[in-house]
């Protein structure tokens, strides 16, 4: 984790590799008018906005220094800082309610089942999916291939689970492979919500 390690000298620090794939959520644009109200159901409708200036690495870096993994903090001169769950919903505007979720390891074998239940493919299509990203993982290109076919299907309830699997895998858990979506993180969090909505 890059926050974990403190450098005492510049010569020492490795290069910083941010993950924002703000670019692939405009392109993907806003949900088919059809999901638009199932989106904001779920409350996450600011994440389609929502986009993480990562052009001030020298910024970045001066946080990365100061993160102490410890007390999840940044210590700066002024005093030590803690990000919480209050600041993440304002500058998000995401409500923040109920309960904490809480994420289990997942086999590909469950990552598969969720797929067929959540965006209706074949169990062979989801198995050859997972297994050309070695894991419980999907490519966002392959979500958004879902989301495209099944909004030509007129698939509206699958369709809107397609588009919250990519749009939540690009901004909460977006990764450095900049090309997969961790089903695990992402597929456990939507069915929690959907089986809030009762979708």
Known sequence: MLFGIIYT???ERPELKLASHKRKVKKFGRPAPEIEGLVAATGLTPLI???VDTGDRGVISAFVERWHKET????LPVGELTITLDDVALLLHL??????????PMHVDEAVIMLVELLEVSHEEARAETAQCHGAYVRLLWLRDIYQRRCEERHWIVAAHAYLL???GCTFFANKSETHVHVVYDGSLLVELLWRLDL
């Open 9 to 11: 000298s510049i010569q």
């Open 49 to 51: 906005v929502y986009s």
């Open 95 to 104: 409500p923040i309610i109920g309960a904490f979720h809480s994420f289990k």
């Open 166 to 168: 990519y749009l939540v």
């Open 72 to 75: 999840s903090s940044f210590h």
